[in-house]
């Protein structure tokens, strides 16, 4: 694959990827991709200027005028659907099926905003006062910042930016350093879609590229009223606390520890499947990765044999070629995280599956896993941390209350499920005293959600929403107006104020 062929079919000149100071490696076989130039923290102010100035004059475009703005670079991705998946493929090493299901999740989100840009409804609300009305006005917020991870390089890009355009909003965008090649194939799509669309202002998507730097310039500059940020616990808890100090509002979608709990009825061949993708897609690199099994006891012993039989059977190997289930780690810091964890699993009495490295052919600077399967004897410290690799922890359970308080007994709270096919269970499961997650589903995974609904959840995970439902109204400020078409002038609450 010649990277400069692919970059150029997106409108991104060779000059680019060489001679910067951040080298680009591909984690399916550690091959150089490119040096692309990284941002310093005045030409990263000099982006949000650029942007500020681009929402000064796109915030007066009508919303469906700018709905076609989305609308074209929905075509846009449209066309360039295979290159775009290949690219993610390349740069963040996940097979290339889930790189193209990550360009159609950019499609699907960019549908959404264009119907959404003719549906940006506020309220009409009675008045206490004869003569008067009540009425919520929506209207385009400023500077989005997005900060996002390697994993999912385009789409979380794509769920917060066509809605941010929709809402009159600009965007600056912080790709992770990871991925910087993803940002510059969206940004010269988003730049095709622009010429398409005829007069879009200058910088109303600006791309920063490069570390930390440039993420507290835009996590420290007031006119970015909203900083979208996905990632670690750790960076979210930073980051959140310093946009809440200049008053700024954030959008957190941090860590998971995603469940699934495997109830007696469970139709088990569905179970087995659903594990499987959910737990080793993405090589375990997914936030919404199925990390903790919950099984009960009539079934664990049918069950965790089929699962290591179906664990054995998965291919792993170069993410480009069409076979593959399983495609390498994001890098060594990556591979060494997870061996770490499953030396302290062993050392607490888990009983392993898996784990071990694989050499993969013609890829030997990259870091292959088998996926591991770890039964432990209870949820330890270690099953309620995140390790982003592909690790299952299993654990057993007898009764129902105590399956849930497994569940909710973890610090993030992003998504969950159960295998069950008692109605009880499964409402249970969903209900306010179910599952504390911001999703819960009912005999699927955890993983995979679709755009339509909206993403996020709660606790460590840090409560934002983004996506689909109703989330749109995060990229907004709200304005309550009052009209008095009346010739008196009535006090709410019955105040008399006269001379
Ligand atoms: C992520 O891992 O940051 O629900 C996003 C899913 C995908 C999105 C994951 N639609 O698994």
């Given at each position: 694959?010649?990277?400069?062929?692919?970059?150029?079919?997106?409108?991104?000149?060779?000059?680019?990827?060489?001679?910067?100071?951040?080298?680009?490696?591909?984690?399916?076989?550690?091959?150089?991709?490119?040096?692309?130039?990284?941002?310093?923290?005045?030409?990263?102010?000099?982006?949000v200027?650029?942007a500020h100035?681009?929402f000064?004059?796109?915030?007066?475009?009508?919303?469906?005028?700018?709905?076609?703005?989305?609308?074209?670079?929905?075509?846009?991705?449209?066309?360039?659907?295979?290159?775009?998946?290949?690219?993610?493929?390349?740069?963040?090493?996940?097979?290339?099926?889930?790189?193209?299901?990550?360009?159609?999740?950019?499609?699907?989100?960019?549908?959404?905003?264009?119907?959404?840009?003719?549906?940006?409804?506020?309220?009409?609300?009675?008045?206490?006062?004869?003569?008067?009305?009540?009425?919520?006005?929506?209207?385009?917020?400023g500077v989005c910042g997005?900060?996002?991870?390697?994993?999912?390089?385009?789409?979380?890009?794509?769920?917060?930016?066509?809605?941010?355009?929709?809402?009159?909003n600009s965007?600056v965008?912080?790709?992770?350093?990871?991925?910087?090649?993803?940002?510059?194939?969206?940004?010269?799509?988003?730049?095709?879609?622009?010429?398409?669309?005829?007069?879009?202002?200058?910088?109303?998507?600006?791309?920063?590229?490069?570390?930390?730097?440039?993420?507290?310039?835009?996590?420290?500059?007031?006119r970015v009223?909203?900083?979208?940020?996905?990632?670690?616990?750790?960076?979210?808890?930073?980051?959140?606390?310093?946009?809440?100090?200049?008053?700024?509002?954030?959008?957190?979608?941090?860590?998971?520890?995603?469940?699934?709990?495997?109830?007696?009825?469970?139709?088990?061949?569905?179970?087995?499947?659903?594990?499987?993708?959910?737990?080793?897609?993405?090589?375990?690199?997914?936030?919404?990765?199925?990390?903790?099994?919950?099984?009960?006891?009539?079934?664990?012993?049918?069950?965790?044999?089929?699962?290591?039989?179906?664990?054995?059977?998965?291919?792993?190997?170069?993410?480009?070629?069409?076979?593959?289930?399983?495609?390498?780690?994001?890098?060594?810091?990556?591979?060494?995280?997870?061996?770490?964890?499953?030396?302290?699993?062993?050392?607490?009495?888990?009983?392993?599956?898996?784990?071990?490295?694989?050499?993969?052919?013609?890829?030997?600077?990259?870091?292959?896993?088998?996926?591991?399967?770890?039964?432990?004897?209870?949820?330890?410290?270690?099953?309620?941390?995140?390790?982003?690799?592909?690790?299952?922890?299993?654990?057993?359970?007898?009764?129902?209350?105590?399956?849930?308080?497994?569940?909710?007994?973890?610090?993030?709270?992003?998504?969950?499920?159960?295998?069950?096919?008692?109605?009880?269970?499964?409402?249970?499961?969903?209900?306010?005293?179910?599952?504390?997650?911001?999703?819960?589903?009912?005999?699927?995974?955890?993983?995979?959600?679709?755009?339509?609904?909206?993403?996020?959840?709660?606790?460590?995970?840090?409560?934002?929403?983004?996506?689909?439902?109703?989330?749109?109204?995060?990229?907004?400020?709200?304005?309550?107006?009052?009209?008095?078409?009346?010739?008196?002038?009535?006090?709410?609450?019955?105040?008399?104020?006269?001379?």
């Amino acid at each position: 694959m010649d990277i400069f062929e692919l970059m150029k079919r997106f409108g991104v000149p060779q000059t680019v990827l060489q001679n910067g100071n951040l080298p680009v490696r591909s984690p399916i076989d550690g091959a150089l991709l490119a040096n692309i130039r990284t941002h310093n923290a005045n030409q990263t102010t000099a982006a949000v200027n650029r942007a500020h100035q681009a929402f000064l004059a796109w915030r007066m475009v009508p919303a469906p005028r700018r709905g076609e703005l989305v609308r074209l670079l929905g075509n846009t991705l449209r066309v360039h659907k295979k290159d775009l998946g290949t690219l993610i493929t390349l740069e963040t090493g996940k097979i290339l099926q889930e790189g193209l299901g990550e360009v159609q999740e950019m499609i699907d989100i960019c549908d959404f905003a264009v119907g959404l840009s003719r549906q940006l409804y506020g309220l009409t609300i009675a008045s206490e006062r004869p003569g008067h009305r009540m009425m919520e006005s929506w209207h385009p917020l400023g500077v989005c910042g997005i900060i996002s991870a390697f994993n999912f390089p385009a789409a979380v890009w794509a769920w917060n930016a066509a809605l941010a355009f929709v809402c009159g909003n600009s965007v600056v965008w912080k790709p992770s350093e990871k991925s910087p090649l993803t940002g510059l194939a969206c940004a010269a799509l988003f730049e095709q879609a622009c010429v398409a669309f005829g007069d879009a202002p200058d910088g109303l998507l600006e791309v920063v590229q490069g570390a930390r730097a440039v993420g507290d310039v835009l996590v420290n500059d007031v006119r970015v009223p909203l900083i979208s940020a996905t990632g670690s616990t750790r960076m979210g808890r930073e980051v959140g606390a310093r946009v809440a100090e200049r008053f700024g509002r954030s959008i957190l979608e941090l860590g998971g520890n995603n469940a699934a709990i495997i109830a007696p009825s469970a139709d088990l061949s569905m179970v087995v499947r659903g594990v499987l993708f959910a737990a080793v897609g993405t090589a375990g690199q997914r936030c919404t990765t199925l990390r903790r099994l919950i099984v009960h006891n009539d079934v664990y012993d049918t069950l965790i044999p089929q699962l290591r039989q179906a664990y054995g059977n998965i291919k792993i190997g170069n993410p480009l070629h069409g076979d593959t289930l399983v495609g390498p780690l994001i890098d060594v810091k990556s591979f060494d995280t997870m061996q770490q964890a499953l030396h302290v699993a062993r050392s607490q009495g888990g009983k392993i599956t898996g784990g071990a490295q694989v050499d993969v052919a013609g890829c030997m600077d990259g870091f292959y896993v088998r996926p591991a399967l770890v039964e432990m004897p209870q949820q330890t410290e270690l099953v309620r941390h995140e390790t982003f690799g592909p690790i299952l922890y299993i654990l057993r359970y007898d009764d129902f209350a105590e399956a849930i308080a497994l569940q909710n007994g973890v610090s993030q709270g992003l998504s969950s499920s159960i295998f069950t096919m008692n109605m009880r269970e499964a409402e249970l499961f969903v209900s306010a005293v179910g599952s504390d997650c911001g999703i819960a589903n009912v005999n699927i995974g955890p993983s995979g959600a679709e755009i339509g609904g909206a993403f996020g959840g709660e606790k460590d995970t840090g409560g934002g929403r983004e996506s689909g439902s109703d989330s749109w109204r995060a990229y907004m400020r709200r304005a309550t107006n009052t009209i008095n078409y009346s010739d008196t002038l009535p006090l709410a609450q019955g105040i008399v104020f006269n001379l």
